[in-house]
């Protein structure tokens, strides 16, 4: 432990980002580091509790509490508080394999267990382990490290998210020969086309880990769908082993009257177009703007979050949000105690933006979309929209019950669906006939990731469903070991 007293001396501090009306200009990241001095001054705050809840990485009513990935937080803050970066990068590295992007994306279930958190501000774990690795590259310490050795065996990773990657490089690791296939024009899954350049920049930060992996000698294909560009049978002969990381962006619709109406859209196909866009340098076919638009956005969730920041850069007229569930209450509530993930009401990057623009939060809570009217020539013009209370049913369970009186119509010349994803595409699994569970993702047990199909697994969003990036590294971990054990037998 660095300094036994450090939690009680020395007070949280995050870096400020960069201010909500200058950075929607543009399309950079808009959080920044702290100081050196600092940054070690935070790790001192770590108590390196006898139980470390925050590296437990456990579920507790369905979400994470701590590290899904188990870093070994409490040492690397007291290395960081010693200045002894090299040292708390290898510590890092044991655990995670990137890092970079955890330390920009991860909502930190570990500073929701962090124990100085019971009655003061948690450590800033996200931002000392992001500090740890942007140190590293900075200082030239992360360079290519291929195998001494091959095993002789070949895997065939479909799918480059977070999981389909940190597979492919604990197999790469180990020896084996990985190719990893991608239907997308670019490596990353929702790294790259999911989560927008403003909160991890795609090719300083993204691609500059794929390069690494490709001098690591994992080959790396794109625009290659497998089941349509290329038969899962042919890799299946090919590869000793398949791993499945295909994600489940399969979007949940909105089946009100007016759904067919044009300007309506999915949220993925806002976001992914306008990334693509940005990084070919030109507007692609499928782009789809909100400049000079009321824009009317269905979803409070993270996915909606970032389409009100990208609305906001390209200069929409108005961002309304819609969310069904209440407003999350300002602290715990009663029945959400430490170390269970807080669900408290917070203002996000994007509602930050729209609110220095708009002069308010564009969130409504407890509304639900009746309809959409258009003009003469079906262009989306109007959402309807009902307020609803969350009452209990004869069941016990709450449902959302309308409130006769409170119609509104909101102005809309773009709606863009943000609710959620119902699970995997179908074009894979169907193709090498894989089970599904009750929630149709890909069937296959947490730890073994076997799926009923032989030399076959499945990890990330594609078996536990739209989740987290930290647990799709995890699940990528978990499936190369299995796949790892499996090769060595045969
Ligand atoms: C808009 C948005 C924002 C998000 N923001 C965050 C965030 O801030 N923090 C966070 O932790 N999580 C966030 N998430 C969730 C997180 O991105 C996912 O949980 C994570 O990326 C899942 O990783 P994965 O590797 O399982 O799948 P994905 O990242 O979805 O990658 C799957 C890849 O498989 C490819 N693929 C599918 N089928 C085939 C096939 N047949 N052949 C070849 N390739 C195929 C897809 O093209 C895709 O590239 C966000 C999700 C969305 C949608
Ligand atoms: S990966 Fe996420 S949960 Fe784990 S230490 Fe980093 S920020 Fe915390």
Same mark, same amino acid.
Request: glycine fraction near 8%.
């Given at each position: 432990m660095g300094k036994a007293t450090g939690f009680m001396e020395y007070k949280r501090e995050v870096p400020a980002d960069r201010l909500p009306l200058e950075r929607i200009n543009d399309w950079k990241e808009f959080h920044l580091h702290l100081s050196e001095d600092k940054q070690m001054i935070?790790?001192?705050?770590?108590?390196?509790?006898?139980?470390?809840?925050?590296?437990?990485?456990?579920?507790?009513?369905?979400?994470?509490?701590?590290?899904?990935?188990?870093?070994?937080?409490?040492?690397?803050?007291?290395?960081?508080?010693?200045?002894?970066?090299?040292?708390?990068?290898?510590?890092?590295?044991?655990?995670?394999?990137?890092?970079?992007?955890?330390?920009?994306?991860?909502?930190?279930?570990?500073e929701g267990a962090c124990t100085v958190g019971i009655n003061d501000p948690q450590v800033t774990i996200k931002n000392n382990e992001c500090n740890i690795i942007d140190r590293a590259f900075a200082n030239g310490l992360i360079k290519p490290a291929p195998p001494t050795s091959r095993t002789g065996k070949t895997v065939a990773v479909v799918g480059s998210g977070p999981a389909g990657l940190a597979c492919a490089d604990q197999l790469n690791k180990l020896g084996h020969t990985v190719t990893v296939y991608e239907r997308a024009d670019r490596i990353g899954g929702l790294l790259m086309y999911g989560i927008p350049n403003m909160k991890i920049d795609k090719e300083e930060v993204v691609q500059r880990r794929v390069n690494l992996m490709a001098e690591e000698g994992i080959e790396f294909i794109t625009s290659t769908e497998v089941g349509k560009d290329c038969s899962s049978e042919e890799l299946l002969e090919k590869h000793d082993a398949l791993v499945l990381c295909g994600g489940a962006t399969k979007p949940r619709d909105l089946p009100v009257e007016g759904r067919e109406f044009s300007g309506i859209h999915f949220a993925m196909d806002f976001l992914g177009a306008n990334t693509k866009s940005l990084l070919d340098g030109k507007e692609t076919p499928d782009f789809i703007s909100a400049k000079n638009k009321n824009v009317v956005i269905i979803g409070g969730g993270d996915t909606g979050t970032d389409c009100v920041a990208t609305s906001l850069r390209h200069g929409a007229k108005s961002i309304t949000q819609l969310?069904?569930?209440?407003?999350?209450?300002?602290?715990?509530?009663?029945?959400?105690?430490?170390?269970?993930?807080?669900?408290?009401?917070?203002?996000?990057?994007?509602?930050? &933006?729209?609110? *220095?623009?708009?002069?308010?939060? %564009?969130?409504?809570?407890?509304? #639900?979309? $009746?309809?959409? @009217?258009? =003009?003469?020539?079906?262009?989306?013009?109007?959402?309807?929209?009902?307020?609803?209370?969350? &009452?209990?049913? *004869?069941?016990?369970?709450?449902? %959302?019950?309308?409130?006769?009186? #409170?119609? $509104?119509?909101? @102005?809309? =010349?773009?709606?863009?669906?943000?609710?959620?994803?119902?699970?995997?595409?179908?074009?894979?699994?169907?193709?090498?006939?894989?089970?599904?569970?009750?929630?149709?993702?890909?069937?296959?047990?947490?730890?073994?990731?076997?799926?009923?199909?032989?030399?076959?697994?499945?990890?990330?969003?594609?078996?536990?469903?739209?989740?987290?990036?930290?647990?799709?590294?995890?699940?990528?971990?978990?499936?190369?070991a299995a796949c790892d054990q499996f090769l060595m037998t045969i």
């Open positions: 935070q790790g001192a705050r770590c108590m390196d509790c006898g139980i470390p809840f925050c590296h437990s990485g456990i579920l507790i009513n369905g979400a994470a509490s701590g590290c899904p990935i188990n870093n070994v937080i409490p040492e690397w803050n007291d290395l960081i508080y010693k200045g002894l970066w090299e040292e708390a990068l290898k510590r890092l590295l044991k655990t995670n394999n990137f890092p970079e992007f955890t330390g920009r994306v991860c909502p930190a279930p570990c969310e069904i569930m209440p407003m999350a209450p300002l602290e715990r509530a009663s029945d959400n105690p430490w170390p269970q993930w807080p669900k408290i009401y917070k203002m996000d990057y994007g509602q930050e &933006e729209a609110a *220095a623009v708009f002069g308010k939060d %564009p969130r409504s809570f407890c509304i #639900t979309t $009746k309809k959409f @009217a258009s =003009d003469t020539s079906g262009q989306v013009k109007e959402v309807h929209t009902i307020d609803v209370n969350w &009452e209990k049913d *004869a069941q016990g369970r709450f449902i %959302p019950k309308e409130i006769p009186g #409170t119609e $509104k119509v909101i @102005a809309a =010349d773009l709606v863009i669906l943000a609710m959620g994803f119902l699970g995997p595409d179908d074009l894979l699994l169907n193709d090498l006939g894989i089970e599904r569970d009750a929630r149709s993702n890909a069937k296959a047990d947490y730890g073994s990731f076997k799926t009923n199909t032989p030399k076959v697994f499945t990890a990330g969003d594609m078996r536990r469903g739209q989740s987290l990036v930290v647990w799709a590294i995890n699940e990528g971990r978990g499936a190369a």
